[in-house]
Nanobody
Framework: VQLQASGGGLVQSGESLRLSCTAS????????MGWYRQAPGQQRELVAT???????YYADSVRGRFTISRDNAKNTVYLQMNSLKPEDTAVYYC???????????????WGQGTLVTVSS
């Protein structure tokens, strides 16, 4: 399966962005989808995940500011990012796991990444 992410860009601190990720096949019965990010010099980290049953998981650093959602009819998962901070600057990767319930399982499929830069 191919994952195509879009929506990254340069914003100022406090602003919002919405990332989108479209899968090359139906996601209605697929596994957990999510977003990970990697900042320069840092390890890749989980941001948010969502199960087919719409259960969600968020990293502590983004809980309350970011919202993940999925539209199975469009094979698309979204990440709405509000109140962005400079420390949110990273390459964001769309992911798909073969598990349908484990929101923290390391993903099996990765998109190409989209850069989000937040200036102070």
């Amino acid at each position: 399966v191919q994952l195509q992410a879009s929506g990254g860009g340069l914003v100022q601190s406090g602003e919002s962005l919405r990332l989108s990720c479209t899968a090359s096949r139906s996601i209605s019965s697929s596994g957990v989808m999510g977003w990970y990010r990697q900042a320069p010099g840092q390890q890749r980290e989980l941001v948010a995940t969502i199960t087919p049953g719409i259960n969600t998981y968020y990293a502590d650093s983004v809980r309350g500011r970011f919202t993940i959602s999925r539209d199975n009819a469009k094979n698309t998962v979204y990440l709405q990012m509000n109140s962005l901070k400079p420390e949110d600057t990273a390459v964001y990767y769309c992911t798909l796991s073969t598990s349908s319930w484990n929101t923290r399982q390391w993903p099996d499929y990765w998109g190409q990444g989209t850069l989000v830069t937040v200036s102070s």
